[in-house]
């Protein structure tokens, strides 16, 4: 075969895959798997990119969410690896804490992160620890010094890998209740004195609850992330409080997570044009006027990441340094 002709049976085959993916997604319902509950920022967000996304790609298809909260988020990350159609049809949102629920705990994982198509992620967040104003704590030296419940879903979450970290290293005395089906849920315990604290999104805080912070009825004591959050820059990072080199080196492992901030996945064995679909049409949405102006209905700032960098991210963590890992696993053996 000539170069010309080798050339031109690329570009056919190209153009025959592509055609293909466009028939492809043409009648069919792509459903969003949300590894959280109803009613939060990601279920939220999720319910946005329904209206958006599918105008991005070839053949209009319909867009629904199917919430699946459960097990720390990792019921629905397993359904995406082991389960779910490998055929462009579902992606997924799932917690940012999976990649490193992987590598500190592994209870109940039946995935490998490094091997997710990931689609991106509609950008970074700072995770916050607060506790209701009825408990008398404001500082985390409060929290040294009284037992607090704090109210959790699985070990995989994030939501509960944070306070049980800050427990070993930096002293704090919560008292981890595990079991609730979603973050709304911890939410309305608070609310009843169920529990008293929890760790979550700020973003998300400010959006479900944006009287809570001005009213007062919950008091931030920390944050995670790689920076301070605008707004909260008196309120100290976990990376801050570490008191040696290893453990701030604990610490920044553990709060990696923040950098992947709601990210977007589809199953391993994908095909890569429809991957490549998905992608653009992720980003596309982001950038559409109109989803933006849905987006702050929600009360939810997009500041979008790329699949690369979002891969990146979670190959970094699952591939951290074994000595660090291992003394992270050390904290995370028990409460």
């Not at 459903?31 to 939220?44: E, K």
């Not at 790609?57 to 359904?79: C, D, Y």
């Not at 001005?214 to 992330?225: F, H, R, T, Y």
């Not at 992947?260 to 994908?270: I, M, Q």
Request: charged share 20%; hydrophobic share 40%.
């Amino acid at each position: 075969m000539t170069p010309i002709a080798r050339t031109l049976a690329i570009i056919l085959a190209c153009a025959s895959s592509a055609a293909r993916a466009d028939d492809f997604f043409k009648d069919k319902t792509i459903t969003i798997i949300n590894s959280t509950g109803n009613g939060g920022s990601y279920f939220n967000i999720a319910q946005v990119l329904t209206r958006h996304m599918p105008k991005y790609i070839p053949g209009a298809p319909s867009m629904v969410v199917k919430s699946m909260p459960g097990g720390g988020n990792v019921l629905a990350t397993n359904f995406m690896y082991n389960v779910a159609p490998k055929d462009g049809t579902h992606i997924a949102t799932i917690n940012n804490s999976i990649p490193l629920h992987q590598v500190l705990d592994g209870k109940g994982v039946r995935y490998d992160a490094n091997k997710f198509h990931w689609l991106g992620s509609t950008g970074t967040y700072n995770s916050v620890a607060y506790v209701w104003h009825t408990a008398g704590v404001k500082t985390l030296d409060d929290l040294r010094q009284k037992e607090i419940t704090l109210g959790g879903t699985g070990a995989g979450s994030s939501i509960v890998i944070y306070p049980m970290v800050m427990n070993k290293l930096l002293g704090t005395k919560f008292k981890i209740i595990l079991g609730y089906q979603s973050t709304m849920q911890i939410d309305v315990a608070m609310e009843r004195g169920e529990v008293l604290a929890r760790t979550g999104s700020y973003s998300a805080l400010m959006a479900d609850h944006p009287e809570w912070v001005p009213q007062k009825k919950v008091n931030i004591v920390a944050q995670i992330g790689g920076k301070r959050e605008k707004g909260l820059e008196n309120i100290p990072l976990l990376t801050d409080m570490a008191t040696n080199e290893e453990d701030r080196r604990v610490l920044q492992l553990i709060s990696s997570p923040i950098a992947l901030g709601r990210p977007y996945l589809a199953p391993p064995g994908v095909p890569e044009e429809r991957v490549a679909i998905l992608r653009n049409a992720f980003h596309a949405a982001l950038r559409d006027p109109a989803c933006l102006e849905d987006m702050k209905k929600i009360q939810t700032d997009i500041d979008p990441i790329s699949a690369e960098e979002i891969a990146r991210i979670v190959r970094d963590t699952v591939e951290a340094p074994q000595d660090i890992i291992a003394r992270a696993k050390v904290l995370m053996e028990s409460q």
